[in-house]
């Protein structure tokens, strides 16, 4: 089947990093071990719970600050926190040239990202940019489906008007990928702009 729209994950495929900010200089340059922050925002706070719609936004801040004071004490924490809030979150220029490509050869495209609420709301005033580049915009804590549920798959398919076998879906979580392909679509693991331009020429996308 012919393929007509190519779907992305948003952190760590458009954005440089996985969710924008290199975590790693951060760690680096306040003397952190490697994943404080990683841990602080996401394994050891309510951000599962926050990606779904399960707490507010204000719980899952409370909740990364517990997080941070338990590991760090105040002072560390907030050095941390305030790093991580004023950092630069850079698109990938290579991935957004490769979807203006793909829209100029007239590919639908889309955003499928496991995310807090708001996503549309946040790329309004963080990344105007973005908008007139994607047909779809699905994120999870606006669905309250997150990756790997086959449920926001077919949301984003609902929402282009394509079948699963007519879509490219990447990610840089393999599970994610994988999870996309069991439902019929091109699910590839995203390592790199090189590879993922070589997985599309692989089924005949050529850009």
Same mark, same amino acid.
């Given at each position: 089947?012919?393929?007509?729209?190519?779907?992305?994950?948003?952190g760590?495929?458009?954005?440089?990093?996985m969710?924008?900010?290199?975590?790693?200089?951060?760690?680096?340059?306040?003397?952190?071990?490697?994943?404080?922050?990683?841990?602080?925002?996401?394994?050891? /706070?309510?951000?599962?719970?926050?990606?779904?719609?399960?707490?507010?936004?204000?719980?899952?801040?409370?909740?990364?600050? &517990?997080?941070? &004071? #338990?590991?760090?004490?105040?002072?560390?924490?907030?050095?941390?926190?305030?790093?991580?809030?004023?950092?630069?979150?850079p698109?990938?220029?290579?991935?957004?040239?490769? &979807?203006?490509?793909?829209?100029?050869?007239?590919?639908?495209?889309?955003?499928?990202?496991?995310?807090?609420?708001?996503?549309?709301?946040?790329?309004?005033?963080?990344?105007?940019?973005?908008?007139?580049?994607?047909?779809?915009?699905?994120? /999870?804590? =606006?669905?309250?489906?997150?990756?790997?549920?086959? #449920?926001?798959?077919?949301?984003?398919?609902?929402?282009? #008007?394509?079948?699963?076998?007519?879509?490219?879906?990447?990610? =840089? &979580?393999?599970?994610?990928?994988?999870?996309?392909? /069991?439902?019929?679509?091109?699910?590839?693991?995203?390592?790199?702009?090189?590879?993922?331009v070589?997985?599309?020429? /692989?089924?005949?996308?050529?850009?």
């Open positions: 089947m012919t393929i007509r729209a190519v779907f992305f994950d948003f760590g495929v458009l954005l440089q990093f969710d924008g900010i290199d975590h790693a200089a951060i760690e680096e340059r306040l003397n952190f071990p490697p994943r404080t922050l990683f841990d602080c925002l996401y394994r050891e /706070s309510r951000y599962r719970d926050y990606q779904v719609g399960a707490c507010t936004e204000a719980e899952w801040r409370q909740s990364i600050r &517990v997080a941070a &004071v #338990g590991k760090l004490g105040e002072q560390r924490a907030r050095e941390l926190l305030q790093a991580y809030e004023q950092a630069e979150r698109l990938n220029p290579h991935m957004m040239s490769l &979807v203006g490509r793909l829209r100029d050869a007239g590919y639908a495209t889309g955003i499928i990202s496991n995310t807090i609420p708001g996503l549309m709301d946040r790329l309004k005033a963080e990344k105007p940019e973005m908008l007139p580049l994607f047909d779809v915009f699905v994120g /999870s804590g =606006d669905l309250q489906i997150a990756k790997p549920d086959p #449920g926001i798959f077919r949301h984003a398919l609902n929402e282009a #008007g394509v079948e699963a076998e007519a879509s490219v879906f990447t990610d =840089d &979580v393999r599970a994610y990928a994988e999870a996309a392909s /069991s439902l019929g679509m091109h699910g590839f693991h995203f390592t790199g702009y090189e590879q993922f070589v997985d599309l020429n /692989s089924i005949g996308v050529d850009v």
